[in-house]
């Protein structure tokens, strides 16, 4: 179960980010910050080389004792993050993945509302029905 | 509990009951508190009530589920009818009345309040309105007119008004659609629109619309009662006024509850003129009105504004258009964002016409104070594409096939009463909708385009299923010469082959050298293809032919799909024969290319051929007609004739021209099994040609080489000979070599016109290329084999040609 989501954008400021309120959301905002170095790292690691045929997929950023954090980037740059508390079963890559590819899908549909301007926090009701229902239900 | 099989009226009025007892809008359990006053609003004996409850089992589960609710709902219809309470009867009484419930206090409240209000106030409506909110003018108050008048706005009545029209004159208020407060702000919304016109509504019973209609008609009434909205503060609190109204208004207090907020119900229903409830009573509850259903004029309005934007009404509204459009509104953007994402139904960043109306429809609502909700509602839902009208889904976004079963619209913030409301009337409204709907679909021009591309223009060519024609050189060279016969000359009688004679031969004939002439002759050739001229050659004939005939003679019909023909071809085994027979088919090349042959099959006892064919051929040097021999002799002649032995333009022109002489060859080629050694090695020939053919050619020109002046001796396979052999049976082979020549020059004249047919299936040009390539790799070595023979031969050919000239001396002498 996902216990924090967190879609940042190209200049590094989150455009949303959500937490299951039952911690301290702090600590994730603190968690997704650090974990843009790492995003940053394995972007540029991978990216020159490989062209533009980059992973979106990053997988997992890095460990604590409590959680696990994961990364997806898309091609431009838009960020997700998605954190799971690690005293969950572990959770298998391909749920992460279809975590980040539903999170990227509703992603897109914000961007295709006229009304949503790029760069603005996202407040698409849709959109947090979707992250919602990531974070009840487990991963 | 046992099942309960409940009547749409009953199904809705039941359902409302429940949303009005689901207090804590668990949508699950009906608060006892709510559920015993009702029950005993149902104004039977207390015992009764107490044995509804314990038969429904709420007793033993300790709470109103819905199913005990509706079982209890039931039990108290019965018990008011007068039957005795038992199990059951819930199931076998029929026509149940449904239960009556004297509301005395917010049943009908703000429902008609509201809705008179509403029309009261439309004025408010409108002035808050911008623009872009059309208020129907029809909804006004003016339409107050008698019930009878009313004309049922939405459907939303479909339940008979015969359900029970007994029950609702009688009981002030019907339904117990309470909630009034609960009642979303559709219910207000509703009423706003609804005021005018949609008071029609008739006075279902439950239906708000009911409610309206009545307002409409107490509008002129007092409606006074409380302040209509213009108070907007609709006191809760005034179930008493609203009683009252209820009592004018018999039935329609089942006007679903207004919103609580919606102050202005509860002032309005009162008056709802009795009458008019009467009348509309006879709705019944069920038909609710779905607050959110677009009414004719204010579609016509959208309608209007969407031709504003996009005139082609199937078209779409560019996302930036909508934009602005929409923000004249002054809706502050996060709504408007919201209503994009509730109506953008295919998320694809533009709206339909459906699309436009709904988003329109949310923009009104809010604009009049309708809390948007959550999910699109029903009756907004862009109609499904209609998929009968066309083959295809064309219309992108749109109407995605949204099946018009009621969703299940929950928003969290309005009431589930009008959801459920919606989710019945939705299945009766909607259809207005969808068939509008539909119709739009189904215009597209899309799906008329879609369908026009579908159909092949030939329908010969049309999507025959390729048939794998065997790939034996035989059956091809039957083909092959089947058509060039009846091209050149007569028709043969093969009637497979003979499917399209005519073309066959205008084909046959246009490569000039294709004169068969002495095919003929190589008649029994064709009637043993005959066998060949299986299904499948007629077909391929067919597809070759259409694809051919644009080709070479541009006189057949138009060119088929490009698609066609190439199944044919494009499959590796099928050789388009009849390609390579018309020679000039250039296509027919390119088809044929695409043929891969078979691997080269292992060169059979050629030495003995090629010797006996030798020898054969010196002895028939005169007697040309020698068959196998003959040819087998003739190639060698001819191999030293074909400078350009290596040249496999040569050897397509001389397969080509080999076609109609190798014709007899090729039946007894195919008979043997050996046409795939022909193609073999004619197989780098021709990669454009019909290696199948282009081998038959060769082989039959060596074959008939006798004497004939075989353009491309070379016996390109060992099969050749084989097939010399064979045709030593026919004599005209030396005619044939003799047109071989020119059929391989014609064949190799015609060869780039090949390509144009291949354009179309590119997949099939590229396995057709890629079998080709494996073909000319094989054939390649066996060409490089057959030289070897070649020149072994020729050295043999010189070796008796001495011995004969060591001869004649002695037989001069």
């Known amino acids: 179960m996902a216990v924090c989501i967190a879609v940042i954008a190209k200049e590094n400021y989150p455009l949303y980010i959500r937490s299951v309120p039952t911690q301290n959301e702090l600590k994730f905002h603190y968690t997704v910050h650090t974990s843009l170095d790492v995003v940053e790292e394995k972007i540029s690691a991978v990216g020159k080389s490989l062209g533009d045929q980059r992973e979106l997929y990053l997988g997992l950023l890095y460990p604590t004792e409590d959680y696990k954090v994961y990364g997806y980037v898309t091609n431009s740059k838009v960020k997700f993050v998605i954190v799971v508390d690690s005293s969950n079963t572990s959770l298998r890559d391909n749920e992460i993945r279809s975590m980040f590819r539903k999170l990227h899908n509703s992603f897109t549909d914000v961007m295709c509302n006229p009304f949503h301007n790029p760069g603005d926090p996202i407040q698409s009701k849709a959109f947090d029905g979707i992250v919602s229902g990531m974070m009840t239900q487990t991963g | 509990m046992e099942s309960l099989t409940l009547s749409d009226v009953e199904q809705k009025y039941y359902s409302d009951l429940f949303v009005y007892c689901d207090t804590d809008n668990t949508k699950k359990v009906a608060s006892n508190g709510r559920v015993l006053d009702l029950f005993r609003a149902a104004q039977l004996p207390s015992e009764v009530v107490l044995q509804i409850t314990e038969l429904c089992g709420a007793t033993r589960l300790g709470h109103f589920g819905r199913s005990q609710f509706y079982i209890a709902l039931k039990l108290i219809a019965i018990a008011q009818s007068g039957l005795p309470l038992r199990v059951e009867s819930l199931n076998s009484v029929k026509d149940l009345p449904l239960p009556r419930f004297v509301v005395g206090k917010n049943e009908a409240e703000a429902r008609h309040a509201a809705l008179y209000q509403d029309t009261d106030s439309q004025g408010l409506y409108p002035a808050s309105a911008t623009a872009v909110i059309p208020r129907p003018p029809g909804r006004t108050h ?29 009981s002030p208020v019907v339904s117990p659609h309470q909630s009034p407060p609960t009642s979303p702000h559709s219910w207000r919304k509703h009423k706003r629109q609804h005021s005018g016109g949609n008071v029609e509504r008739q ?95 204010q579609r016509q309005y959208y309608v209007n504004q969407f031709k504003t934007i996009q005139p082609d009404l199937t078209g779409f509204i560019p996302g930036s258009a909508a934009k602005e459009f929409f923000t004249k509104s002054k809706l502050p953007i996060l709504e408007l964002s919201h209503i994009w994402e509730l109506s953008d139904f295919d998320k694809d960043g533009a709206l339909t016409l459906d699309e436009f109306c709904a988003a329109f429809h949310l923009v009104v609502a809010r604009k009049n104070g309708y809390d948007l909700p959550e999910k699109l509602p029903e009756s907004l839902m862009p109609k499904l594409i209609d998929l009968d009208d066309s083959a295809e889904v064309p219309e ?113 004939k246009l490569p000039a050298s294709m004169k068969f002439v002495a095919a003929n002759t190589a008649g029994d050739g064709y009637s043993s293809s005959d066998s060949f001229t299986s299904d499948q050659e007629p077909i391929t004939r067919q597809r070759s032919q259409s694809g051919t005939s644009p080709e070479p003679l541009k006189v057949v ?26 020679a000039s088919s250039a296509t027919g090349q390119t088809q044929q290319s695409a043929i891969a042959y078979p691997p080269a099959v292992p060169p059979r006892p050629l030495p003995t051929q090629t010797s006996v064919p030798l020898t054969g051929h010196r002895v028939d040097a005169e007697a040309v007609p020698g068959g196998g ?9 001819q191999i030293p004739q074909q400078p350009n032995f290596a040249d496999f333009s040569q050897f397509q022109a001389f397969a080509a021209s080999e076609q109609p002489s190798s014709l007899p060859e090729v039946d007894k080629h195919s008979e043997g099994g050996q046409v795939d050694k022909a193609p073999e090695g004619a197989g780098p020939l021709r990669t454009v040609k019909s290696d ?118 002695f037989s001069h002498l």
Request: no cysteine.
């Open chain 2, 142 to 170: 003016q339409n107050k007119k008698s019930t009878s008048a009313l004309p049922v706005h939405e459907a939303i009545q479909p339940l008979a008004p015969s359900i029970e029209p007994q029950p609702e004159p009688t």
């Open chain 2, 203 to 297: 006075p279902v019973v439950a239906a708000p619309s009911a409610v309206w209609t009545h307002f409409r008609e107490t509008q002129t009434g007092p409606a006074s009662a409380d302040g209509m909205w213009s108070s907007h503060s609709p006191p809760p609190s005034g179930p008493e006024s609203w009683v009252s109204f209820t009592a004018d208004t018999p039935p329609s207090s089942t006007v679903p509850a207004m919103h609580p907020s919606s102050v202005q119900e509860s002032t309005t229903i009162r008056t709802v003129a009795s009458a008019a409830t009467t009348n509309e009573i006879q709705r019944q509850t069920s038909a609710y009105d779905d607050p959110w259903k677009i009414t004719d004029e």
């Open chain 2, 396 to 508: 992108p976004p749109a109407d995605a096939v949204y099946s018009a079963s009621p969703v299940e619209v929950t928003p969290s913030k309005s009431p589930s009463m009008p959801s459920l409301n919606q989710a019945w009337p939705e299945m009766n409204q909607s259809n207005e909708q969808w068939e509008t709907f539909s119709e739009r679909s189904s215009s597209s021009q899309t799906l008329t385009q879609f369908d026009s591309n579908i159909a092949p223009a030939d329908p010969d060519t049309a999507i025959v299923h390729p048939v794998p024609i065997r790939m034996t050189p035989s059956k091809i060279h039957m083909q092959e010469m089947e058509l060039k016969r009846t091209g050149s000359e007569h028709n043969h009688p093969t009637s497979p082959l003979l499917t399209k004679p005519p073309e066959l031969s205008e084909d046959a």
């Open chain 2, 557 to 582: 019909a138009p060119p088929p799909p490009p698609p066609r023909p190439h199944p044919s071809h494009s499959r590796s085994s099928s050789l388009d024969m009849n390609r390579t027979f018309a």
């Open chain 2, 629 to 637: 021999a003959v040819l087998t002799a003739t190639s060698p002649q």
């Open chain 2, 692 to 809: 199948g053919q282009a081998d038959e050619r060769v082989s039959t020109t060596v074959n008939s080489v006798k004497g004939s002046s075989g353009p491309i001796a070379p016996p390109p396979k060992p099969v050749r000979r084989r097939l010399k052999s064979e045709d030593e049976l026919r004599p005209e082979d030396e005619q044939h070599g003799l047109q071989k020549s020119n059929v391989i020059a014609a064949v190799l004249a015609t060869q780039p016109s090949i390509p144009r047919s291949l354009g179309k299936d590119k997949k099939a040009i590229q396995a057709s290329i890629r079998r080709n390539k494996e073909t000319n790799t094989v054939l390649a070595r066996l060409n490089s084999e057959l030289q070897q023979q070649l020149k072994d031969l020729l050295e043999e050919r010189i070796s008796l040609e001495v011995q004969l000239e060591q001869l004649r001396p």
